[in-house]
């Protein structure tokens, strides 16, 4: 997922302005953590930001460049999700429940998964997010 995050990021600028949004109710957006419109210097923290669950729904609107990001992304989605489980099973048991019962309280909509492609001036990195809501 590395790799494709930092080919993602090393497309030209106007490549990934394609995809830039500061709306932060998209389910897929390009931002960065400066105003683009006033700032001058654009490149301090870009990030990709990505749902993935249900993968159906949101893949489509995923970048296509590069090629395999939509494969690679959504098999990373599939593994973050599957930790998530495991996640849930582990804090059930450490608290003496069942270990299914978080995820039986939280039903299929409560939990919503997806990751951040952050780049900065000296590296790359993928930061894993979910949100459990009850």
């Known amino acids: 997922m590395l790799e494709v995050a930092k080919d993602f990021f090393s497309l030209p600028v106007e490549e990934k302005m394609k995809l830039y949004s500061d709306d932060p109710s998209k389910t897929m957006r390009l931002s960065t953590s400066f105003n683009v419109k006033k700032e001058l210097v654009h490149n ?17 609107e995923w970048p296509s460049n590069p090629s395999t990001f939509k494969d690679i992304g959504s098999k990373y989605c ?48 993928a930061n894993l997010w979910i949100t459990w809501t009850y």
Do not use: N
């Not at 301090?44 to 489509?60: I, K």
């Open 78 to 125: 599939i593994e973050v999700r599957e930790l998530g489980f495991r996640l849930q099973e582990a804090i059930s048991e450490s608290l003496g429940l069942d270990k299914d019962y978080i995820k039986k309280m939280l039903g299929e909509q409560g939990t919503t998964y997806g990751y951040q492609l952050l780049s900065t001036m000296s590296r790359t990195r």
């Open 44 to 60: 301090w923290r870009d990030y990709l930001r990505l749902h993935c669950y249900p993968l159906e729904q949101y893949v489509p």
